[in-house]
């Protein structure tokens, strides 16, 4: 066969490209987030989701709070984003790329984003509308910059001191280029954002404040993308399992007593956004809300503030057989009292119709999709869900693995005499750990610097993969910074 002679290649089967396989995970080592207790700050709370519905769990004791997102909660409408000058633009730098100059293609490059914000304005002239001009300027730079939480009180009152001495001098064109600093359009604030839906709010009684805190734990386990919580009071050890089912899209909660009749617990749906919320039905909490129109609502004329997207989500309530009640509060509230367990289904829905469709002009009933998601659900145990739901996740997750060491006896007996010495507790007593002696994995990566522990570095790859899979899915939105967890309506990205 010549050196040009093509060669037919039979093209590979989707068998041949992988074979996802039930990886035995080793167990001196699972693939575990731990921490010793509940979250304090946002950031310690363990992220769940199933590519479109996400929550964040913080495991506190006596009140627990799950924040619940949608991918499609954004603020704004529909807008044209695009550049008419970006073809100008992206042709200059090419040229400048194909002539070595990676510098000045990098600062032409700026140009190809024009206005992110798709919001149209006229760049500002000083010498037209004089002062006026410019206190118009500063006055929108200090409004707009307020709104998102940003101290510029002292920044904007230099900046027009400083441009009224220019102005009062003639030195015209900075005065230009300062109060343009200063416009709007240069400013992100009047970009959409992405909100939050609500909080799952859960109260237990005054016992709950004394539990035994060396028994306290919450894992994130990564191989079946369920989160645990467990503590004991006296001789009840109680127990959270929460997941998001991609293929029922729905998040499920169970909490259960290993003593019977021991579970009680207020249950209750809110909210930053405009919403109200009501007992739905004995055993269900409906709440239904609206993101705002426009990322800074107009103050003269609330009617000016075109519709935004409208969403809903339901809570589900299953208890014990025969064990245990269920009572309304307050038509907003649901108490279970003296049950064995509860099972939460919550399902969510949004007006979204797509990027081009208006949210006043979308066709989506938020509440009746809901309903129907509910009812296709309700009737599976949480085995049922569970099952379906591990099934689906790991035929994702288990197409990749990643050993970096032998097993956690080899990486004992075979690491350096320099590193043997060195070794922190906390390591060791991971290699050795059994499910009633773990470590919490911030103390792992503490010592990570003396020990270098090569499964550690397996848990981050795969607590990215996790991430991944579960804020983003085939027909979800695309990730965004955060992925799909959010718990501010005014969040620190854009």
């Keep these: 066969m010549g050196d040009g002679d093509w060669?037919?290649?039979?093209?590979?089967?989707?068998?041949?490209?992988?074979?996802?396989?039930?990886?035995?995970?080793?167990?001196?080592?699972?693939?575990?987030?731990?921490?010793?207790?509940?979250?304090?700050?946002?950031?310690?709370?363990?992220?769940?989701?199933?590519?479109?519905?996400?929550?964040?769990?913080?495991?506190?004791?006596?009140?627990?709070?799950?924040?619940?997102?949608?991918?499609?909660?954004?603020?704004?409408?529909?807008?044209?984003?695009?550049?008419p000058d970006a073809p100008t633009a992206l042709s200059e730098v090419r040229k400048l790329v194909d002539d070595g100059k990676y510098a000045e293609a990098t600062t032409e490059a700026v140009k190809l984003s024009g206005n992110p914000s798709g919001e149209v304005y006229d760049e500002p002239q000083p010498l037209r509308f004089g002062l006026g001009m410019i206190y118009q300027t500063a006055w929108s730079a200090y409004?707009?910059?307020?709104?998102?939480?940003?101290?510029?009180?002292?920044?904007?009152?230099?900046?027009?001191?400083?441009?009224?001495?220019?102005?009062?001098?003639?030195?015209?064109?900075?005065?230009?280029?300062?109060?343009?600093?200063?416009?709007?359009?240069?400013?992100?604030?009047m970009m959409k954002v992405y909100q939050l839906l609500g909080d799952i709010k859960l109260e237990f009684d005054d016992s709950h404040a004394a539990y035994s805190e060396e028994t306290y734990w919450r894992v994130l386990d990564l191989?079946?993308?369920?989160?645990?919580?467990?503590?004991?009071?006296?001789?009840?050890?109680?127990?959270?399992?929460?997941?998001?089912?991609?293929?029922?899209?729905?998040?499920?909660?169970?909490?259960?007593?290993?003593?019977?009749?021991?579970?009680?617990?207020?249950?209750?749906?809110?909210?930053?956004?405009?919403?109200?919320?009501?007992?739905?039905?004995?055993?269900?909490?409906?709440?239904?809300?609206?993101?705002?129109?426009?990322?800074?609502?107009?103050?003269?004329?609330?009617?000016?503030?075109?519709?935004?997207?409208?969403?809903?989500?339901?809570?589900?309530?299953?208890?014990?057989?025969?064990?245990?009640?269920?009572?309304?509060?307050d038509d907003r509230k649901l108490?279970?009292?003296?049950?064995?367990?509860?099972?939460?289904?919550?399902?969510?829905?949004?007006?979204?119709?797509?990027?081009?469709?208006?949210?006043?002009?979308?066709?989506?009933?938020?509440?009746?999709?809901?309903?129907?998601?509910?009812?296709?659900?309700?009737?599976?145990?949480?085995?049922?869900?569970?099952?379906?739901?591990?099934?689906?996740y790991q035929n994702l997750f288990h197409r990749v693995s990643l050993q970096l060491s032998k097993s956690s006896k080899s990486f004992r007996e075979n690491r350096p005499f320099q590193m043997k010495e060195r070794l922190s507790s906390a390591t060791d007593q991971y290699l050795e750990s059994t499910r009633d002696e773990m470590v919490a994995t911030s103390e792992r990566v503490k010592s990570f610097q003396d020990d270098e522990d090569p499964s550690l570095v397996e848990l981050l790859f795969q607590y990215g993969r996790y991430l991944l899979i579960s804020c983003s899915r085939p027909g979800t939105q695309v990730a965004n910074l955060q992925g799909i967890w959010n718990k501010d309506i005014e969040p620190p990205w854009e």
């Design 7 to 83: 060669v037919m290649v039979r093209r590979p089967t989707e068998k041949d490209l992988w074979e996802p396989s039930l990886i035995q995970t080793d167990p001196s080592k699972p693939l575990e987030v731990r921490f010793k207790g509940p979250a304090k700050h946002w950031t310690d709370a363990i992220p769940i989701g199933n590519g479109r519905l996400g929550a964040m769990v913080w495991g506190g004791v006596q009140s627990e709070t799950l924040n619940l997102n949608d991918d499609t909660l954004w603020t704004g409408i529909p807008g044209n984003y695009t550049n």
């Design 143 to 189: 409004t707009n910059c307020a709104i998102a939480s940003m101290s510029l009180s002292n920044y904007i009152l230099k900046a027009l001191q400083a441009i009224l001495k220019l102005f009062i001098a003639g030195d015209i064109e900075t005065v230009k280029r300062m109060s343009f600093r200063l416009y709007p359009r240069n400013l992100p604030v």
């Design 335 to 392: 108490k279970v009292e003296g049950s064995d367990w509860a099972v939460m289904l919550l399902v969510a829905s949004s007006s979204f119709d797509g990027p081009f469709i208006k949210p006043l002009d979308s066709k989506r009933n938020p509440t009746s999709e809901c309903l129907n998601t509910l009812n296709s659900i309700k009737n599976l145990s949480f085995d049922g869900l569970y099952a379906r739901h591990l099934d689906d």
């Design 223 to 329: 191989d079946t993308a369920t989160t645990k919580v467990r503590y004991s009071i006296g001789d009840v050890e109680f127990t959270r399992e929460h997941f998001a089912s991609n293929p029922d899209q729905v998040i499920v909660t169970k909490i259960s007593g290993s003593k019977s009749g021991s579970l009680s617990f207020m249950v209750s749906l809110d909210s930053k956004l405009h919403h109200h919320s009501r007992v739905n039905d004995i055993n269900q909490i409906l709440i239904e809300g609206s993101c705002p129109g426009s990322r800074i609502p107009p103050k003269a004329n609330e009617n000016d503030d075109p519709k935004g997207i409208q969403f809903s989500a339901i809570l589900h309530l299953q208890i014990s057989d025969e064990v245990g009640a269920i009572h309304v509060l």
